[in-house]
């Protein structure tokens, strides 16, 4: 039987009268890639946001190992061991590489604004293992190469690696990936596609929002569709594929369900 990391009941948001994610039910399995599909507007990305802690959520229960955590704040969420990517990655951009992962780390150190004034011994040990952990996600993401480089001076492709990098570099259970192949070409797709496939490699449970359904497709294990804020199926991709109701809320009425 499957270890549940995480699970949703009846998770509602609600924005004034719309009701952008709607009693949704949904479990992920612990280190294994789920996927989280709809059509635009479809509450993907506010289901993130309740799972990461941005948004309160209205009603409904979330679970962490067995802990409930639906009214927890971000920085709590992330010391839970939820770590995060947006669509659009914003770094750092007048620091290096290496300055932007260092802060990544602080999150699992102890000293403080004392042992900054004093320079205490304690926060030269916290800087030493910030700059051993941000080289570790660095290398693990295979961008060691540009670690003195300004941020502002890397690809796109290369930005979504470093996000990967900094999320990794917190320790996380579980990493939130949203739209991690968005606005790069098919050949880096297929490059981040192997990067989430190596994080999953290592134990770490993945969850990602994307519309790219060959990579997802080639990716998940599990699968969940949202449409219009709420859960309409879930399973394995081959069960999706020939779902009627994802056919024709999302993968089209032409979609070739043997494909």
Not at 83 to 97: I, M, W
Not at 214 to 223: E, K, Q
Not at 224 to 248: Q, S
């Amino acid at each position: 039987m499957p270890e549940i990391i995480l699970e949703t009941k009846a998770l509602t948001k609600r924005f004034g009268g719309l009701a952008a994610v709607k009693d949704v039910d949904a479990k992920v399995e612990k280190g294994r890639i789920t996927a989280i599909i709809g059509p635009n507007g479809a509450g993907k990305t506010t289901f993130f946001n309740l799972i990461s802690g941005t948004f309160p959520s209205t009603s409904g229960e979330l679970w962490l190992e067995g802990q409930r955590v639906e009214r927890k704040r971000p920085d709590q969420m992330a010391q839970l061991g939820i770590a995060r990517t947006f669509q659009t990655t914003s770094l750092f951009d007048g620091a290096t590489v290496m300055d932007n992962l260092i802060v990544g780390h602080r999150l699992r150190t102890s000293s403080g604004l004392m042992d900054a004034i004093f320079q205490t011994s304690r926060l030269k040990a916290d800087e030493r293992s910030c700059r051993a952990k941000a080289e570790e996600a660095l290398d693990f993401v295979g961008l060691t190469h540009v670690a003195n480089r300004l941020a502002a001076d890397v690809t796109q492709e290369e930005r979504k690696r470093i996000a990967f990098a900094l999320a990794l570099a917190t320790d996380p259970k579980i990493l939130l990936l949203d739209e991690p192949a968005g606005g790069v070409n098919p050949e880096e797709t297929v490059g981040l596609a192997d990067l989430i496939r190596k994080i999953s490699a290592t134990g770490l449970t993945v969850c990602l929002i994307e519309h790219k359904m060959d990579m997802v497709m080639g990716l998940a294990d599990h699968i969940i569709v949202l449409d219009h804020g709420e859960k309409i199926a879930d399973g394995t991709p081959a069960e999706i594929r020939a779902n009627p109701l994802v056919i024709e809320a999302y993968l089209g009425a032409g979609h070739d369900a043997a494909a």
